[in-house]
């Protein structure tokens, strides 16, 4: 079975530093783009970045430019998400969910699937 | 504000069709793919619809997916009390070169 397990839920202060980790398994986990989604309390999807992990060649969403580090491990078949110093703001839940692909009439079509469960990171003083 | 519009809610009762519409632009809807997600709440998103119109194994064919020019629409037939969550739309965007979501439609089984 393919599957994403994200680490537990954190708490945290301000200006604390985070890493929180997605472990693939099921499938080879170097050759599938893993992305990490943010959903803040009440609110929709944002795509936070996405990285290979055959090579570590990473994409960021502008909005999440410099605030974030996504690295991953192919060794353990694991990605990460990781903060320098936390703010209230990123309190939400966070989803990594591996990128799957195929070519259909010589075009790429992409799709998420499956997800991890998610790891609730909460930020206050 | 999300990238793709969609509307904040929808709502049948038992047995009728819904459809929940999703629109965009032509460097997303307009060049690439549709997916799905549903999100029942509490676990995470999961893939209904990929490729504009095609359903994973294990989704029920009440589920469909349809897209033209920059818009794409999901419709549930048969609706039952378990369709009850949220549902997103995605697309992949040229410009960042990444996904884009929809900010989501809450479906309500009255």
């Known amino acids: 079975e393919v599957q994403l397990v994200q680490s537990g839920a954190e708490v945290k202060k301000p200006g604390e530093s985070l890493k929180i980790s997605c472990t693939g398994s099921?499938?080879?986990?170097?050759?599938?783009?893993i992305a990490w989604v943010r959903q803040m309390p009440g609110k929709g999807l944002e795509w936070m970045g996405i990285?290979?992990?055959?090579?570590?060649?990473?994409t960021y969403s502008p909005s999440f430019q410099g605030q974030v580090t996504i690295s991953a491990d192919k060794s353990t078949s694991t990605a990460y998400l990781q903060w320098s110093s936390l703010k209230a703001s990123d309190t939400a839940m966070y989803y990594c969910?591996?990128?799957?692909?195929?070519?259909?009439?010589?075009?790429?079509?992409?799709?998420?699937?499956?997800w991890g469960q998610g790891t609730l990171v909460t930020v206050s003083s | 504000q999300s990238v793709l519009t969609q509307p904040p809610s929808a709502s049948g009762t038992p047995g009728q069709r819904v459809t929940i519409s999703c629109s965009g632009s032509?460097?997303?809807?307009?060049?690439?793919?549709v997916d799905w997600y549903q999100q029942v709440p509490g676990p995470a998103p999961k893939l209904l619809i990929y490729?504009?119109?095609q359903r994973p194994s294990g989704v029920p064919d009440r589920f469909s997916g349809s897209k033209s020019g920059t818009s794409a629409s999901l419709a549930i037939s048969g609706l039952q009390s378990e369709d009850e969550a949220d549902y997103y739309c995605?697309?992949?965007?040229?410009?960042?070169?990444?996904?884009?979501f929809g900010g989501g439609t809450k479906l309500t089984v009255l």
């Open positions: 969910a591996r990128r799957s692909l195929e070519a259909v009439a010589g075009n790429w079509v992409y799709w998420f699937d499956p």
């Open positions: 099921g499938y080879s986990f170097s050759s599938y783009y």
């Open positions: 990285i290979y992990p055959g090579d570590s060649d990473t």
């Open positions: 032509s460097s997303n809807i307009g060049s690439n793919t």
């Open positions: 490729n504009n119109n």
């Open positions: 995605a697309a992949w965007d040229d410009s960042p070169n990444g996904p884009v």
